[in-house]
């Protein structure tokens, strides 16, 4: 799993202030000639199509087995057509995994290997998984142990074609924790800083409305350059920006932003839109959150992500839903000082693995898994990371696992 895009191991170990180890246009230049391997056959910028300005790109691949259409976003516009294509290629590659599986019951296979704790796993109320249930397993690595550890398969691969595969139905399948990167030490903290991003939500949506509102940003105290930037074109194109600190007791930065339009002629027919972000450095979690919701905002005004149904835009364009996000951004006093959010200054994406880490491991998360996802002809870093005991994607349905169900006293 050392591999990386780039031949220099020392330059791959040691990251920029922004955690890459090569600049966008390098890995843009060095994805462009595989695109009609990945089916890719469009890559369009489509920021002119709002008017805040930060840089959107939309990654066409039709035939894809799960989303046709993959979004990019950054403070340039080749960071954002990096995002956009990196994230439809680790997508791709977990639609054809490759690796060796295992079909058996867990009652069955637990006495002959190392097996992942199932109750540590995410699953919806309807899950029908027990221990003695046939079900597709593929290996990964475990971090703290340096081993391999089996994993069910459906919380690896994103080939959502039916008939899905026998077993399918017991765990959360998403995109929660792929990732891919310019090293693979770059996908795989890519990737568990979303595991801990998703934790952080599903942890703070349960809060009450009041102990939410003490968790607003005031994004006067932010001086970063960048996020200071970005805040003010949201401003210029007349859109209000709301920033919460969710962060858990896992002590990494995780910010939630929400947009609405205030003013202007087309405020009743743009929807709101939320973005999060996590990362050590506050300031790159902060502007993750910026730049993810301008892109989720620009996502429903391109109209053409394959997941999004006619009744999430009449239930978001209505005056009612907008106006109740524009009173909240209105009416909630900011509390909370950016500078007083703890910060990291490792210099290397070892040492940010390390802390990632160590910082799961005070609150009692003992494990990191692995599963390395890259094909040797294509030399891209893909991963699928996997956090027994963080918490799953808040969708409905979505069943409550012990951290959260100590968060509610339960």
């Not at 295992?102 to 699953?123: I, N, Q, T």
């Not at 459906?154 to 924790?177: C, K």
């Not at 094909?375 to 893909?382: A, L």
Request: charged share 25%; glycine share 8%.
């Amino acid at each position: 799993m050392e591999q990386a895009l780039v031949g220099d191991l020392d330059r791959a170990l040691t990251s920029t202030a922004w955690r890459r180890i090569v600049p966008a246009e390098q890995t843009v230049a060095r994805l462009k000639p595989l695109l009609p391997v990945f089916g890719i056959t469009r890559l369009a910028n489509v920021t002119g199509l709002d008017t805040i300005g930060i840089p959107v790109v939309m990654c066409n691949r039709p035939n894809s087995r799960a989303l046709a259409v993959s979004q990019g976003k950054g403070v340039t516009l080749a960071a954002a057509k990096a995002s956009a294509l990196m994230e439809s290629v680790e997508s791709w590659h977990a639609e054809r995994v490759t690796l060796p599986l295992k079909f058996g019951a867990f009652e069955d296979l637990c006495y002959s290997h190392h097996m992942v704790d199932p109750d540590k796993l995410p699953r919806y109320v309807d899950s029908n998984w027990t221990p003695y249930a046939q079900t597709l397993w593929v290996e990964g690595r475990s971090l703290a142990h340096q081993r391999g550890i089996w994993v069910p398969f459906e919380m690896v691969h994103t080939n959502y074609t039916v008939p899905l595969p026998t077993g399918h139905g017991g765990f959360q399948a998403s995109s929660n924790g792929l990732a891919s990167g310019n090293h693979v030490l770059e996908a795989v903290i890519h990737g568990l800083s979303e595991v801990i991003e998703r934790d952080a939500l599903t942890l703070w949506h349960l809060k009450s409305d009041e102990e939410q509102e003490q968790t607003r940003l005031d994004l006067e105290t932010v001086a970063d350059p960048i996020c200071r930037d970005l805040i003010a074109r949201f401003h210029r194109a007349g859109v209000e920006v709301g920033v919460w600190d969710i962060t858990s007791n896992i002590g990494v930065p995780v910010f939630l932003c929400r947009i609405v339009q205030a003013n202007g002629d087309h405020a009743a027919t743009i929807r709101p839109a939320i973005g999060c972000g996590a990362s050590l450095v506050r300031e790159i979690a902060l502007a993750r959150a910026l730049t993810e919701a301008a892109q989720s905002r620009l996502t429903f005004i391109a109209g053409t992500r394959d997941d999004i149904r006619r009744e999430d835009y009449e239930r978001f364009l209505s005056g009612e839903e907008q106006g109740r996000w524009l009173a909240r951004l209105r009416d909630e006093a900011p509390t909370r000082d950016f500078n007083a959010i703890p910060n990291w200054t490792g210099l290397s994406l070892r040492q940010d693995l390390d802390e990632l880490a160590n910082r799961l491991a005070r609150v009692g998360i003992d494990d990191v898994i692995v599963v390395d996802l890259s094909r040797p002809e294509f030399n891209i870093p893909v991963v699928r990371v996997i956090v027994p005991g963080l918490e799953g994607v808040d969708h409905p349905g979505y069943a409550l696992g012990r951290r959260a169900r100590a968060a509610k006293g339960i």
